[in-house]
């Protein structure tokens, strides 16, 4: 069984750095093929994707946040940590990370999310 | 950019009924790279059709995709009670980058 889940702080100040780890089980990110991606939600708004970091440790980023990001992996630890920089109020949101696969080349499974306050 | 734009904002149905939601997109889209997601409220998405019309595992057979180009649509037939969500349509193109669509929420009445 595929699983992800995320962890990190609720609530970070204003222009701290946020990191989250990404915990996963069921599937290996030394398989040809295999990805894992960060995507995000502000309350009541649409789906926004972050990042993405592959088997081969490429590594991808949303050109809009691009200096504020960055994927790592950790193989041994079955991880994907993502930190961004230099939060801000609008960064509020619900943080996903989720498995991409080919197939089906979408992000097939998704972790329960947690949540990110920003706020003084 | 290709900009994801979903119509309608809102669908209202009753059970039984068939849901046509759209997706048109700003420029054309490989059809193997356009995704539809589900999401109930307080959950994560779940994806229901890849390359636009592949079910994805265990998504019954009630929900179809279909389209090509800038129009793609996601149709569920025979809504039931629990088909009541937000859809998302998804693009994947070159750089690599992902776009999402603002989504439809459907009401099953």
């Known amino acids: 069984q595929v699983t992800l889940r995320e962890s990190g702080p609720a609530l970070v100040k204003p222009t701290q750095t946020l990191t989250l780890t990404c915990t996963f089980s069921g599937f290996s990110l030394i398989t040809p093929g295999m990805s894992v991606g960060w995507i995000r939600q502000p309350p009541g708004k649409a789906l926004e994707w972050l990042a993405r970091?592959?088997?081969?440790?490429?590594?991808y980023y949303s050109p809009s946040l691009k200096t504020r990001l960055t994927i790592s992996k950790d193989t041994s630890k079955n991880q994907v940590v993502l930190t961004m920089t230099n939060m801000d109020p609008v960064d509020t949101a619900t943080y996903y990370c989720?498995?991409?696969?080919?197939?089906?080349?979408?992000?097939?499974?998704w972790g329960q999310g947690t949540k990110v306050s920003v706020s003084s | 950019e290709v900009v994801l734009t979903q119509s309608p904002g809102t669908l209202s149905l009753s059970p039984g009924e068939r849901a046509s939601l759209s997706c048109r997109a700003s420029q054309s889209v490989s059809s193997s790279n356009l995704a539809w997601y589900q999401q109930k409220p307080g959950q994560a998405p779940r994806l229901l059709i890849y390359?636009?019309?592949a079910r994805a595992t265990g998504i019954p057979d009630r929900f179809s995709g279909s389209g090509s180009g800038t129009d793609f649509t996601l149709t569920i037939s025979r809504l039931e009670p629990e088909d009541s969500a937000v859809y998302y349509c998804q693009q994947y193109g070159t750089s690599p980058k992902y776009t999402f669509g603002q989504g439809t929420k459907l009401e099953i009445k």
């Open positions: 989720a498995r991409l696969n080919n197939p089906p080349g979408a992000f097939d499974v």
């Open positions: 390359f636009a019309s």
């Open positions: 970091i592959d088997w081969d440790d490429d590594k």
